[in-house]
Each structure stands twice: as C-alpha cells, then as structure tokens.
Nanobody, 121 residues
Framework: QVQLVESGGGLVQAGDSLRLSCAASARTFSMYTMGWFRQAPGNERDFVAAITWNGGNTYYADSVKGRFTISRDNAKNTVYLQMNSLKPEDTAVYYC??????????????WGQGTQVTVSS
C-alpha cells in the first residue's frame, strides 16, 4: 500500500509559478512510476505529466509542455511538479499518482487526495 500526500497548491495570478510536492510512503519508492493528473470542475481527470523510476524519462500533456516540469527525489520519496507561466485554464485539483513498475504508464493504482490550484486572470 502506498500513501500519497500532495502539497503546494494555492491561489496565484496568471503568469505566476507554483511547485507542487507529493510525498510517498512507499519503502520502494524508486520502483514506482509517478504521475500528476488534474481535474477541473465538470471535467474528467486528465493526465498532466509522468516520470519513470530514475527520472530518466518524462512525459507531458501537450497543454503543459514547455511550462511544467516533473521531477523526483528518490532519497526523499517525493515527486514534484514545477508549474511556470500559469494560465487560468490550469485551474484544477491536482492529483499525484503512483504505479509499480519502471515503465511509463497512464494507469495508476495509488492516488493522493489532491491539492487545489487556482489561477486568476
């Protein structure tokens, strides 16, 4: 069982930056592919970014490519999402997710509770 706790959300203005963190309880954190998803009101939960076990491969949704950066620190059992040049359409609840395995995946077994990001225009 893996527990994930996100932090770092908040209210910012368009053009600002935020860094989300996700702390994982997994003893073998480095064996998990980690992802970030987001869900805006009335929408489905969408993929944002993912990172493989050693950070060697990262993947992004087209809507955030060039603005968001996913990274991880396996020594701290933490994955990050650096969000720059934020836009009002980035407003959503952001979820951290974990999936056992070394390869990229869009299917995750473990989810955090989410953190709200609100971008005002």
């Amino acid at each position: 069982q893996v527990q994930l706790v996100e932090s770092g959300g908040g209210l910012v203005q368009a053009g600002d930056s935020l860094r989300l963190s996700c702390a994982a309880s997994a003893r073998t954190f480095s064996m998990y592919t980690m992802g970030w998803f987001r869900q805006a009101p009335g929408n489905e939960r969408d993929f944002v970014a993912a990172i493989t076990w050693n950070g060697g491969n990262t993947y992004y949704a087209d809507s955030v490519k060039g603005r968001f950066t996913i990274s991880r620190d396996n020594a701290k059992n933490t994955v990050y999402l650096q969000m720059n040049s934020l836009k009002p359409e980035d407003t959503a609840v952001y979820y951290c997710a974990a999936q056992w395995g070394l390869e990229f995946t869009t299917t995750y077994d473990y989810w955090g509770q989410g953190t709200q990001v609100t971008v005002s225009s």
